[in-house]
């Protein structure tokens, strides 16, 4: 059981999921294949974007879409810039007893977050967008993503989502948000 089960439903079948039911097959997925839930990367121009972003001397609230139960990633940024930065990590499912001090994980659905408007400088995602599986929930996503990005904020996220049958909603919908948005 995994991400692609969820895919076949939802694509092929038709089937809308839930929330609890996609966070019942991620937890499944998670207890099978745990080196793989927990990703250890991010993307590099999280770094760059920091960075650039430090010179005005105020804290960076940067959040990981898709942290993985512990938010391995996350906490590798958080290790790297310290107090510069607020770091938080989303995820269907969480382990708190894995939690790195200093980051904040919330359980959650990236087509209804848990953060108020504008709250972070920096989104991003590694290969999370592909499993919205509709032009409806990827559509969502990014309307939550732009909701959670203060004014000037960015949002990193994978080429993945160009892959497949929702390329083109996904450069559709890209057109519409503008330039917040980055590879």
Not at 45 to 65: C, F, H, M, P, W
Not at 88 to 97: E, F, K, P, Y
Not at 132 to 138: F, G, P, Q, S, T
């Amino acid at each position: 059981i995994g991400p692609e089960v969820m895919g076949a439903l939802e694509v092929t079948k038709g089937i809308e999921l839930t929330e609890d039911e996609e966070r019942i097959f991620w937890n499944i997925f998670q207890a099978q294949n745990p080196d793989l839930s927990n990703r250890a990367r991010y993307p590099a121009q999280v770094d760059s974007i920091i960075e650039a972003k430090r010179q005005t001397g105020s804290r960076i609230n940067i959040l990981d879409i898709g942290c993985g139960p512990d938010g391995v990633a996350i906490s590798k940024i958080k290790i790297k810039y310290g107090e510069a930065i607020e770091a938080h990590g989303l995820d269907l499912s969480i382990n708190h007893a894995g939690q790195h001090p200093g980051v904040n994980l919330e359980q959650g659905n990236l087509r209804s977050m848990p953060f108020l408007d504008e709250t972070f400088v920096v989104a991003y995602e590694s290969g999370v967008l592909v499993y919205a599986h509709n032009e409806a929930k990827l559509r969502k996503s990014f309307q939550e993503i732009t909701r959670i990005l203060k004014p000037g904020g960015q949002f990193v996220f994978s080429y993945k989502i160009f892959n497949g049958y929702l390329a083109s909603s996904a450069f559709r919908i890209l057109k519409e948000y503008g330039s917040e948005f980055r590879l």
